[in-house]
């Protein structure tokens, strides 16, 4: 999105606000808080239920949970001997084009302060089900970390990710990413509207987050390729189905991918 900026010759001006869409112009003389407009990008791909068409110039992708507690061997899940999966490398390469394609891209990851004591029990049961479990916050007595602690191994993109510093990163610390996080606020100060959903585990938190945006209006659109779950298949086709009769879209990601193509990036001011 373009934004009009100072003079270069106007001594002592700056700008706060580097978010897209956000900012003040400030000048010795005059504080402008316009927030010019972003010229729409409009794109159409296929489906489900019905072919869509979206603005690219209010869309952001959201990756859920792609961290060493869940995909590593060494992580929480695969020590607990449900060791989650994820098509790392088309991720990797669909993240790279959103940001060709001048979109933002969230990483949406748990992370949790020093304690988990402040989480509610009924949250604290989806981790923890039996006396011998590690739960949220946890620590086994081999590692020094608890469960998903925010800057701790487990709590880290897993190996074939990268965070580029143009990215954004949200600790989450339930199932969704709403609760607790300034997840909605940071989308709605870049002017997004629009959520694109990868990650794991799609029935979890990829679903609850993407079930909690679309009630407070944001149009989501889930891209199954780009999803997985530890649980059965057709937990996760039910939940397919869930999203494209009640909640958003369900898409493919080579179908963005082409979309993305026929629309040139816009040059950030």
Not at 15 to 32: E, K, N
Request: glycine letters at 10%.
């Amino acid at each position: 999105m373009a934004e009009t900026s100072f003079p270069s010759e106007t001594a002592g001006a700056f700008r706060l606000g580097s978010s897209r869409g956000q900012g003040w112009h400030v000048s010795p003389d005059r504080i402008s808080t316009l927030r010019p407009r972003p010229v729409p990008r409009p794109v159409s791909f296929p489906a489900k239920p019905r072919a869509v068409e979206i603005d690219l110039a209010r869309t952001a992708l959201v990756a859920v949970d792609l961290q060493n507690d869940f995909l590593h061997a060494e992580g929480w899940f695969g020590r607990a001997g449900r060791q989650g999966r994820a098509p790392i490398a088309a991720i990797e390469a669909f993240a790279k084009a959103c940001r060709g394609a001048g979109l933002p891209v969230v990483w949406l990851n748990w992370g949790l302060p020093g304690t988990a004591g402040h989480l509610p029990a009924s949250a604290m049961f989806r981790g923890k089900r039996e006396a011998a479990a590690t739960g949220y916050g946890e620590r086994s007595a081999d590692r020094d970390e608890g469960t998903l602690h925010a800057g701790s191994w487990g709590a880290a993109l897993a190996d074939g990710l990268t965070r580029e510093p143009g990215d954004h990163e949200v600790r989450k610390q339930r199932f969704s990413g709403f609760p607790d996080t300034h997840l909605d606020s940071l989308l709605r100060r870049m002017g997004v509207s629009t959520l694109l959903f990868c990650g794991i585990n799609t029935d979890r938190c990829v679903f609850e987050t993407l079930t909690d945006a679309a009630a407070i209006g944001y149009d989501c659109v889930l891209l199954s390729d780009l999803c997985a779950t530890v649980s059965p298949p057709e937990i996760e086709a039910a939940v397919l189905w869930l999203v494209e009769t009640l909640h958003g879209f369900v898409a493919q990601g080579p179908d963005l991918l082409a979309a993305f193509d026929s629309s040139a990036p816009t040059q950030e001011a």
